[in-house]
């Protein structure tokens, strides 16, 4: 079992910038593909990015490539996404999960997950 603890959200003005941040506990997370999906009020739950556990590759949704990066401090079992330049359509509740494998972007592909961190973007 992994437990993963989301934290960083908030509301920013749209062109702002949020870190957020997962805390990983019970297994170490250099063993893990890991992700970030977010999910806006009615609307399904999407990818955002994905890094891969032995190469560092990291994957991206189209809408946030070059606005977002996803990286991790395996020292500190934690996960962080940096995200720039955000646009009110980056509303949404962020989920750090444990992905199954990369390059798969459904939401269906996720061992466990976070409970997730609120950003609010305002134009």
């Known amino acids: 079992q992994v437990q993963l603890v989301e934290s960083g959200g908030g509301s920013v003005q749209a062109g702002g910038s949020l870190r957020l941040s997962c805390a990983a506990s019970?297994?170490?997370?250099?063993?893990?593909?890991m992700g970030w999906f977010r999910q806006a009020p009615g609307k399904e739950r999407e990818f955002v990015a994905a890094?891969?556990?032995?190469?560092?590759?990291?994957s991206y949704a189209g809408s946030v490539k070059g606005r977002c990066t996803i990286s991790r401090d395996n020292a500190k079992n934690t996960v962080y996404l940096q995200m720039n330049s955000l646009k009110p359509e980056d509303t949404a509740v962020y989920y750090c999960?444990?992905?199954?494998?990369?390059?798969?972007?459904?939401?269906?592909?996720?061992?466990?997950w976070g409970q997730g961190t609120q950003v609010t973007v305002s134009s």
């Open positions: 019970g297994r170490t997370i250099s063993m893990y593909i």
């Open positions: 999960a444990v992905v199954k494998s990369f390059g798969t972007t459904s939401a269906q592909n996720v061992d466990f």
């Open positions: 890094l891969s556990h032995f190469n560092s590759v990291t």
